[in-house]
């Protein structure tokens, strides 16, 4: 399209703009030219396919919303990849394939038929696997029936954290949360006594032995500029060469963890000076707050390197992302309470100074500190998300009132690690869904620094999302929509939770709600100049229609993937243009009476 946007370059480049369907097709080339011309359901958007080798259909997440593919793929892969594309379904992602290819991925014993056609799918996290028995044969229009619409991360034009970076923020965090090292110097009060005794008892009694005590003038002062010089290299040996301090963010969505840290280095001496990163991660340069010295990528054996260009008590700055290990913290949820009792069990060997949840886009903080090995329980309330756009939605959890007594907490730090953690995950955080987090100060990661081993560590940020069993997510009463289209808007923008369509005509929301709920649900967003309401009935493919702020029964209007799709449209009298705003926890599709 005009608006066409490259977002992802790996041997193949694909083009789509925000109104597209990706589908990587592997080994089923057959499928690709009628996937073009299918149609997606319910919102007919068209539909980008790109026939992809292994390599490519295991990055194929960087863009793709499909993944098809055929006889003796997933089979063949190592266990480590059949991992990453296990984590990338949990995460949204929707693969169809032979039973015996998709079967490595999530069992389908128990997959429901999508309606009008043979492809069965089941729920994996938030994504889904389907079972095809004949894709290599299917025309455009079975096709347009199979795929249905997901949201594109392109639709939304985002405005969110003003002039804040995810740089700057590590460095605030970096110089902030961790004090200064100073040398230990033992060695002080012993020569200070040594001093004393030699030059006051020793020297006089040495003195008066041999018969000479006027030759105190000139063994004192003697004695004082040995001392002095002593004291100077044995003191300037006790100071490091060079020092690292660190912030990092951890999040783990379904066991597939990433880190992001800033790391602050400052060296004694100058000259060039290297940092060697460990094996595997990504270092780049951060030239922040005047912290700009001369810098040079390279390498180190197969680990990522920079060497930089440095004054005496030179200062260099460096943004690193990794793969991370999973995180263990488990987290179980019930029914209970003000809504749900969340319980954190801490297998990790850190302690969390400040902890606690996030539920349906609110931060809900635990008490005390979180000590390894430790049990904390939150009674977490059900409601509407409260945040702004001006205050992370993890850090207005934080009470540094609450903190002080075991921390030296700053808002400063606080806010930046929570900006840079909701820069990846912001949507998911309002979404009405459950994730921990905890502030701490365990991680501690080892650098090379022109051949010497250095820690880096300070404050960390870990978020992790909790994957809730059914009867949880029929506890929590609602569900968040996703925008999949919107029709007729000159331009959609987003300020934190705040989405707005300009001239909007039409608006299709997306919600997956879980299995057994039965019975009516309704939205009700408030004012909206989407006077009309309809939702798509799956069973006929076509929209019923429905009001807001009325119940209205569900049974027949979920998809087997557990959709439910509304259309918002103007009436035809409406000529007017609104700038509407889409707050999409005012649109949450809602089966509690809280």
Known sequence: GEQAEEVYSDQVRVKVAADQ??????DVDEAVAPLRSAKTVPTGR????????????????????????????????????????????????????????VSAIAEVGGAEIIPNTSVGVVRVGDGE????????????????????????????????????????DL???????????????PWLLLGIVAFI???????????????????????????????????????????PDFTLAQSTVLIDEYGSATGTGGVLLQVEQGGDRTIVFPEGWNGARLSVAGINPGATDTTSGERDAITFELADLGLAAVQVDWEAEEIPVAVSAEPGGK???????????????????????????????????????????????????YEGIIASGVSLRSV????????????????????????????????FYGYTAGPEYTYLVDDTEGVG?????????????????????????????IVGASSVEGYGPDIYAYGAEEVYLKYLVPEGLTGGVRVSPGFTSFDVMEVFDWSTGVFVAAEWDTNFTIDDLVSPGGEVVVRGSKSPSDEGYYDDNLNLSRFSLRWDET
């Open 457 to 485: 560590s300070g404050t960390a940020l870990v978020v992790k999302r909790v994957d809730l069993d059914q009867e949880s997510r029929l506890a929590i009463g609602r569900s968040q929509p996703e925008i999949l289209s």
């Open 129 to 168: 696997v389907g079972v095809a028995l004949e894709a290599d044969s299917y025309t455009s229009t079975e096709w347009g029936t199979i795929l249905r619409d997901v949201a594109s991360p392109l639709l939304v034009r985002r405005f969110d954290g003003g002039s804040t970076s995810t740089g700057s």
């Open 339 to 389: 809504g749900l009792l969340v319980t954190a069990q801490n297998d990790t060997p850190w302690s969390y100074w400040a902890w606690g949840f996030v539920l349906n886009g609110r931060a809900i903080s635990g008490e005390g500190a979180l000590e390894p090995g430790a049990t904390g329980i939150v009674d977490a309330s059900i409601g509407r998300g409260t945040n702004t756009q």
């Open 46 to 101: 068209d539909v980008v396919a790109e026939a992809v080798d292994a390599t490519q259909a295991i990055r194929s997440g960087n863009v793709a919303q499909y993944l098809v593919i055929g006889p003796s793929t997933v089979s063949t892969l190592e266990p480590a990849e059949v991992e990453s594309l296990t984590r990338w379904v949990e995460r949204g992602g929707r693969i169809i394939g032979p039973s015996s290819e």
């Open 21 to 26: 369907l990706v589908v990587a097709v592997w």
């Open 404 to 435: 002080a007594e075991t921390v030296s907490a700053d808002y400063d730090t606080i806010q930046g690690l929570s900006r840079v953690a909701e820069a990846d995950i912001s949507d998911e955080l309002r979404d009405a869904g459950l994730w």
């Open 171 to 185: 460095m605030t965090a970096a110089t902030s949360g961790k004090e200064a090292s100073v040398p230990a110097l």
């Open 197 to 239: 005794i030699l030059v006051g008892p020793v020297n006089f009694l040495a003195l008066r032995a041999i018969k000479k005590p006027e030759l105190a003038w000139v063994t004192v002062p003697v004695l004082s500029v040995a001392f002095v010089g002593l004291f100077w290299l044995i003191g300037t040996g006790q100071i």
